[in-house]
């Protein structure tokens, strides 16, 4: 029998390769900048065409390399960054497996001119699918211009999996976002089509959050800084009151490295506990600086995760200043009493044995004719109630009032048509005395009964599912009646949020909201659909924002279905609102007519059954 196993050519390795470092035109800017980052370069500049699919280059002004260097730095593991085994725990650099450049020039066409301090010509290096086509001396300014064109061309498998451009050109977003909040000693540009949507200049971690999210994020932060032997904590979380209930600002990094950790994830949550409601987070640019010694980031090619020697100290000493500073955000001042100079208050301080010169008869009694020889009551103490001599008249006239409440809520109830709500396990949709029983709990839920036993509906998420398939409805069928709003609302948008509206404000004009641009990143709100006059508009075009700002879904399929998702949670009835009896027979009724009833469009859960055995367990 003939031998089977072969190695693989170079170019199919690098291919196969590529699949972990190189998933889409973000992770190719992601590791093109921390190369130049690596190289020492206090510029760069980011250009785009066709969201990265057709061209992405980056230029900086770092130090260049020479001819040979620019020729190896394209072989699998060939990188500047280590020497041996040992360099992999005092690393200093973003880049150190030797793996990205091969990745690259494995599924794209590579352009790059370079040139050395001190040099008086560079070199330009052309390579196609890893195959090397020409090398040449080239006269270029200090640093590297690397053009990284037609990504995945030679993988058409791979290229057919790319997303729409808006999304691809929200995942470049949101990882420019991690790479210029790590390096604010950098100066970046980012250009997309030959317009520019970021121009950032060096500065603090500060004043880089709101070249980037806005200038309102000024005022929502407060600073946390503590320095110890194991770790050293610098950043800032946001206040409470701006909780953001989708698409929260969350950065950790370390040592200048971008990273996920859901355990210091839940060591912040754990102290935004009891400040904000469980469907919130908060927003938070952490920065942690450790020994490292102490930390293994060779876990994964993207190096996003990382592996912490201390990790539960670092999680004390984590929660304790991010609870020092809410504490002294929240904190009253004190009042200082200054007794050397102050004005003599006098006191009152009741003496038990003093009598004040008034005899007191301890036989007095108010309420009697003869308790008092200079008092008369002449008239008895008249009552605004029946008589107590009534009580048989009054029972009766209390049972004839119940049942006649009793009957018109019953009657209420039928003309609800509760026939035509489809049957459900657990619920006895025929059984019309059930609405005889609804009450409501905590301002949160509604109780009544049901064929299983005690059904328990959340009436937030129960109206949301109720507006999403009306609201669904007339997104496909039909256009919304416009409103025009009195006062034109004003939104100042991220450069991500701006590049998200512009692309679905022709879909949102179809549904009847008057969205235009003003110059910049700023647009206003002229109108909205007549169903929700009673909602803020601000909050709706932002929620819809946050929606759509989803990298793991195709915007155009469903972007009808997230903007009636939005509508739905915002003209939703909250928690804590009160209903009638008839607002919440309405509501059971209107629930149970809708094609999944049980689960909000989300995947919530809009009710639970109490089983009737259950109270025959806990009451004996």
């Known amino acids: 029998m003939s031998d089977i196993i072969r190695l693989l050519p170079d170019s199919v390795a690098n291919q196969i390769a590529a699949g972990e470092v190189i998933q889409r035109p973000a992770s190719v800017i992601k590791e093109l900048v921390e190369n130049s980052i690596d190289a020492g370069a206090t510029s760069v500049t980011i250009v785009l065409k066709d969201a990265g699919r057709t061209l992405i280059q980056v230029v900086d002004n770092g130090c260049g390399m020479s001819e040979t260097d620019a020729r190896l730095a394209f072989e699998r ?8 085994a040992d360099d992999l725990f ?8 030797g793996e990205a450049l091969a990745s690259i020039a494995a599924i794209a066409q590579i352009d790059l001119r370079t040139m050395q301090k001190g040099d008086r010509i560079g070199t330009r290096l052309v ?3 890893s195959k090397v086509e020409s090398q040449e001396p080239e006269a270029c300014v200090l640093g590297s211009n690397m053009m990284v064109k037609n990504i995945f061309f030679n993988v058409p498998a ?7 451009d808006p999304v691809e050109m929200s995942a470049i977003m949101r990882e420019f976002e991690r790479l210029a909040l790590v390096n604010t000693a950098v100066d970046f540009t980012l250009v997309s089509n030959d317009i520019t949507i970021h121009s950032l200049r060096r500065g603090s971690m500060k004043e880089r959050v709101c070249q980037l999210f806005g200038k309102n994020l000024d005022k929502q932060l407060i600073p946390i800084e503590t320095d110890t032997t194991i770790v050293s904590i610098s950043g800032f979380v946001g206040l409470p009151a701006n909780a953001r209930k989708r698409n929260p600002l969350q950065f950790f990094m370390v040592n200048g490295r971008n990273m996920r950790h859901p355990y ?16 919130e987070q908060p927003n938070y640019f952490i920065n942690l600086r450790v020994d490292p010694e102490t930390i293994d980031v060779n876990i994964h090619p993207t190096k996003h995760e990382i592996k912490f020697e201390n990790e539960q100290a670092i999680w004390q000493i984590l929660t304790a200043a991010i609870r020092d500073s809410l504490g002294r955000y929240n904190a009253a001042p004190a009042i200082d009493f200054d007794l050397a100079d102050a004005p003599e208050i006098p006191v009152f301080r009741p003496n038990p044995t003093a009598t004040h010169d008034v005899d007191i008869d301890p036989k007095y009694n108010p309420f009697s004719a003869s308790s008092s020889p200079s008092r008369t009551v002449s008239t008895p103490i008249r009552s605004n109630g029946p008589s107590v ?7 009766d006239n209390f049972i004839r009032r119940r049942d006649e409440g009793l009957a018109s809520m019953a009657e209420s109830r039928l003309n609800t048509s509760p026939a035509a709500s489809p049957e459900i396990e657990g619920l006895d949709a025929e059984d019309d005395g059930n609405a005889l029983f609804t009450q409501q709990f905590g301002g949160a839920y509604i109780l009544t009964p049901s064929q299983g036993g005690l059904m328990v509906i959340d009436q937030h998420r129960a109206h949301v599912r109720v507006l999403y398939d009306r609201y669904l409805h007339h997104t496909s069928d039909e256009a919304f009646v416009v409103q025009a709003t009195m006062f034109p609302d004003l939104l100042t948008l991220s450069p991500r949020a701006h590049e998200i509206l512009t692309d679905i404000a022709p879909r949102l004009r179809e549904l009847g909201f008057v969205v235009t641009h003003r110059g910049g990143t700023e647009w206003s709100i002229d109108g909205i659909p007549s169903l929700l006059k009673d909602s803020s508009p601000k909050a709706l075009v932002e929620d819809m924002i946050d929606s759509v700002d989803d990298t793991g879904q195709e915007v155009g399929a469903t972007l009808h279905e997230r903007i009636a998702l939005a509508m739905a949670r915002n003209g939703a009835i909250r ?12 509501l059971i009724a209107d629930l149970f007519r809708s094609s999944s ?21 806990i009451l004996g």
């Open 77 to 84: 593991h060939a990188t500047s960054k280590i020497r041996n």
């Open 389 to 395: 001599e009534n009580w048989e008249q009054l029972y």
């Open 158 to 164: 791979r290229r057919k999996f790319l997303k729409k």
């Open 264 to 279: 210091f994830h839940k060591a912040v949550m754990q102290c935004y506990e009891r400040l904000i409601p469980a469907d």
């Open 90 to 97: 005092a690393l200093q650099t973003m880049g150190f497996r």
């Open 127 to 129: 390579i196609n699918g």
């Open 597 to 617: 009833p049980a689960i909000t469009p989300d995947g919530k859960n809009v009710f639970a059954i109490i089983p009737g055995d259950y109270f025959n367990r």
């Open 575 to 586: 928690r804590g609102q009160v209903l009638s009896y008839a607002e919440m027979d309405r």
